[in-house]
């Protein structure tokens, strides 16, 4: 079920949650249910808690406890928790809430398998109390020297252990200290100040997705702390909007954050966030969903299949194996936890959403959370769950016999996320996925000394994973670490040295609020021209036809280097220029075929293109085999004129084939390369990490005319295969700044990109415009075909199939099919598509 943003606030705002979430008149009593499933949730329960299953989180929430009441003893003076310095770093100060609400946690578990001397343990609630009375009475009740750093922190991040350490000790509270809620939520309140009046503000850029979904659960909670009805539903009438799909024709409030109809979640207005803020907000709604089970608050049955809707088509195609990739985790990729650990989290929400569905739909879910953990390469450790209650729920859906494991993706699956300029091509034993960006989507996220050299990851880098290999030893932070930000996995870029935020500037951001533009911390300014600036360029999209997919995008400079030239930017902002390309890939079966023209470096700088970039284990047994054009062999590394490459990982079972189609001489490299996680995040530990690093290039000279390229990735590719390719079946049709095409015999498969006005033919095709199509005939001459708008601008897209007439078998409503002088005529309504792929079978009179 798909709820539209604009239906659904036409019916919510302040009168309460009136046609998606029915509320019959609000009672005080839901405020204790509310406190009551919260507790139940944080601290499970004693039928929960009396599972086997729940011994080593339980014991983790005491040990965690213990240590933070040992700190306590230790404090000196002026301290809450020894060594813990407050009063200049927010985190810090988040860290004092966090242990506060730690031992409280404590205080609140059962464990009946091994009683626990700190459960309802009155005198060390009373020590929580009492550092609550402490913390706000020193660092957090003054409003005037609170809110420095990081502004999360100060509306989000301290509200929620605040929130959740004063539900878990409610009795406790009201007992010792009856004022300190009160007090507490006022300041709360105050520090919302991207608010309106110490409440949430839908206009601020601030209050959106899961930033929006966070703050609204604190205040739900705080409702309930207040037995405060109208602040209960107007959080709830808040939290509504993140349902929504957002429509960027018609938004809301100006929010680009959110799921989009495509699956696509955006954060931060131009980020494709799914693998990160989509997580969370996930996590919050499903969190919510149970905080208000038995209320008359909510109707779950209308929400819950939105949910299910964005992990079916918003996070099932994103994760591969146990694995979220990285293509949507923005600054987070340079984080040491990994992809396992990320899906870890899905795999909760998607327990518990299993819980709140029925029928077929609770059963897909639960068969998709065995099957993750049948195919993963970590073993998911529940002890890191929230909740207790989800550990039992994921033990007894593993244990259960009736449940099949069974992926929510079908075994072939292509998956264009043009509403965040991303593409997922999924095939049994292997998946591939591209970041792209636009005008519309940012190049990259940097922001806190995190994804320090992240300039190249939305220009075309892809990742590919092969299945059964351990994606921590392929991908994830070591792999950004030992890999060069200009030699990431397909990227064109030009050859030069950049520097660092922290190193041009000597901060974590550029800061000159003394200009017109105020270049702040946090400011809009810093977002758009150094956190998460867009590319110029409007041209990134593509067309899926069943499996089958293909993308195109024209690289482009980025908004800062515009501005600059324009004379909007400060003298002593930084700058780079791109490198210009204009690029295709093909999305087959066993093949994954690139196209690039006009390659270059602007200004008569030299060029580098990676066909690939691939990190292994230093112990691990990597080959290289090949053959040069002539038929010669090819063994190890140097540069050649190859018609194809095999990089065989031995130890790891897995092995990727390159084709070169039509490509210069191609550099071959392997080299054992150590560098420290610290070069990737600030807060890294000083780690060195050592990886053999494969990079397969192809090299422009500068002053050097813009080159092209045409090859192909065939993942788990043997030499035999590779070989038999230099009769078919791929054959590249076009490959210019204006029109890529490519034809697969076997297939019955064309596939063309066009990229500006005027005609273009390949192969039996007139594409009209810029356009992504997809032909495939198949049995009894049918012919069906897709088409999309990559520029998300035009309002019909025409292709002509020449040949003799064809008529229409069967279309979507927005295909016009006639027949026309020279062939059939198809008549695309793209208008305000954003992207989408419109497909039509066609026939034989």
């Not at 079920?1 to 609000?26: F, H, K, N, Q, Y």
């Not at 939520?185 to 959106?208: I, P």
């Not at 739909?361 to 953990?373: C, E, F, G, I, W």
């Amino acid at each position: 079920m798909e709820i539209t943003r604009r239906s659904l606030l036409s019916a919510v705002p302040a009168a309460g949650l009136l046609a998606v979430l029915p509320a019959p008149e609000a009672r005080a009593a839901d405020g204790g249910r509310l406190l009551a499933n919260t507790v139940g949730i944080l601290a499970g329960t004693t039928e929960s808690n009396s599972r086997p299953e729940t011994a080593a989180k339980l014991a983790a929430i005491d040990k965690t406890a213990r240590a933070n009441l040992k700190s306590m003893d230790a404090a000196g003076a002026g301290e809450l928790f020894a060594g813990l310095v407050l009063g200049t770093d927010e985190s810090q100060l988040n860290t004092a809430f966090r242990r506060l609400y730690e031992i409280a946690l404590a205080t609140r578990t059962p464990n009946p398998g091994a009683p626990s001397d700190l459960y309802e343990n009155s005198t060390v609630q009373r020590r929580v109390t009492d550092g609550l009375l402490w913390l706000h009475a020193h660092y957090y009740g003054d409003q005037s020297k609170g809110y420095y750093g990081n502004w999360f922190y100060w509306e989000i991040g301290l509200s929620q252990y605040i929130s959740k350490t004063l539900v878990l000790l409610a009795d406790r509270v009201q007992a010792d200290a009856p004022g300190l809620v009160t007090t507490y939520v006022a300041s709360m309140d105050a520090y919302l100040r991207n608010g309106t009046a110490g409440d949430v503000n839908l206009d601020s850029r601030f209050h959106t997705g899961a930033n929006l979904a966070d703050i609204t659960t604190n205040r739900l909670l705080q409702g309930a702390l207040l037995s405060d009805d109208a602040r209960i539903r107007k959080a709830l009438a808040d939290q509504l909007t993140v349902f929504a799909t957002v429509d960027p024709y018609r938004l809301n409030h100006g929010v680009t954050d959110g799921y989009y109809a495509d699956g696509s979640f955006i954060q931060h207005a131009s980020v494709a966030y799914t693998g990160s803020y989509g997580k969370g907000l996930l996590t919050r709604v499903v969190q919510t969903l149970k905080i208000l089970d038995g209320t008359d608050l909510a109707d779950a049955g209308t929400l819950v299949p939105t949910v299910q809707g964005w992990v079916r088509n918003g996070f099932a195609p994103l994760i591969f194996e146990g694995w979220m990739m990285e293509v949507v985790k923005g600054r987070a990729v340079s984080r040491p936890d990994t992809g396992y650990t990320d899906v870890a989290v899905v795999v909760e929400a998607v327990v518990d959403l299993s819980s709140l569905s029925s029928g077929a739909d609770a059963t897909a879910l639960k068969s998709y959370v065995k099957q993750v953990r049948a195919t993963s390469r970590a073993a998911l450790d529940p002890t890191g769950f929230v909740s207790p209650v989800s550990i039992v729920r994921y033990a007894d859906i593993l244990a259960d016999p009736a449940v099949e494991p069974a992926d929510l993706n079908p075994a072939a699956r292509s998956v264009a996320f043009n509403a965040m300029d991303r593409h997922v091509h999924r095939r049994p034993g292997y998946a591939f996925a591209l970041a792209r960006s636009s005008a519309r989507i940012s190049k990259y996220e940097y922001m806190s000394g995190e994804n320090l050299m992240p300039w190249f990851q939305g220009d075309g880098a892809h990742y590919l994973y092969l299945s059964g290999q351990d994606q921590t030893q392929a991908f994830g932070v070591d792999y950004f670490t030992t890999v060069s930000p200009y030699g990431l996995a397909g990227v064109t870029a030009p050859v030069e040295e950049r520097r660092t935020v922290p190193e041009l500037y000597g901060t974590p951001y550029y800061d000159n609020p003394g200009h017109p533009l105020n270049f702040t911390s946090s400011s809009e300014s810093q977002n758009t021209y150094v956190y998460f600036p867009c590319a110029t360029n409007r041209h990134s999209g593509g067309a899926v036809l069943g499996p089958y997919g293909t993308a195109a995008m024209v690289l482009s400079d980025d908004v800062p280097y515009r501005d600059k030239q324009a004379g909007i930017l400060p003298d002593d902002f930084v700058v780079y220029r791109n490198a210009t390309a204009t690029k295709s890939w093909f999305l087959l079966d066993e093949e994954i075929v690139v196209l690039a023209a006009g390659v270059g470096g602007q200004a008569g700088r030299a060029v580098t293109t990676t066909v690939d970039a691939r990190t292994a284990a230093p112990d691990d047994a990597v080959t290289l085999t090949g053959m040069h054009r002539d038929g010669r062999l090819w063994t190890g590394t140097g540069t050649g004129d190859l018609h194809w490459l095999r990089y065989a990982n031995t130890t790891q079972s897995t092995a990727v084939g390159y084709l070169f189609l039509d490509t210069p001489q191609v550099r071959v490299a392997l080299e054992k390369v150590t560098r420290s996680r610290r070069a990737v995040r600030t807060s890294n530990p000083d780690t060195a990490v050592t990886r053999t690093v494969l990079g397969v290039t192809v090299d422009g000279a500068a002053g050097a005319q813009p080159a092209s390229l045409a090859y192909a990735l065939v993942p788990n590719a043997g030499e035999a295969q590779l070989r038999s390719y230099r009769h078919g079946p791929l054959l590249v049709l076009a490959n210019t700044p204006c029109l890529q095409a490519v034809t697969h015999t076997g297939l019955g498969l064309t596939a063309a990109n066009s990229f500006a006005p005027g005609r273009h033919e390949a192969a039996g095709l007139r594409l009209d415009g810029p356009a992504s199509v997809i032909a495939r005939r198949g049995p009894r001459d049918r012919v069906t075909v897709a088409v999309s708008d990559p520029t998300m601008e035009r309002d019909t897209v025409t292709v002509l199939i020449r040949g003799r007439s064809l008529r229409k078998i069967s279309a979507d409503s927005e295909v016009r099919v006639r027949q026309v002088h020279g062939g059939t005529l198809l008549e695309v309504d793209t208008r305000q598509a954003y992207g989408r792929s419109f497909t039509a079978t066609l026939g034989g009179h």
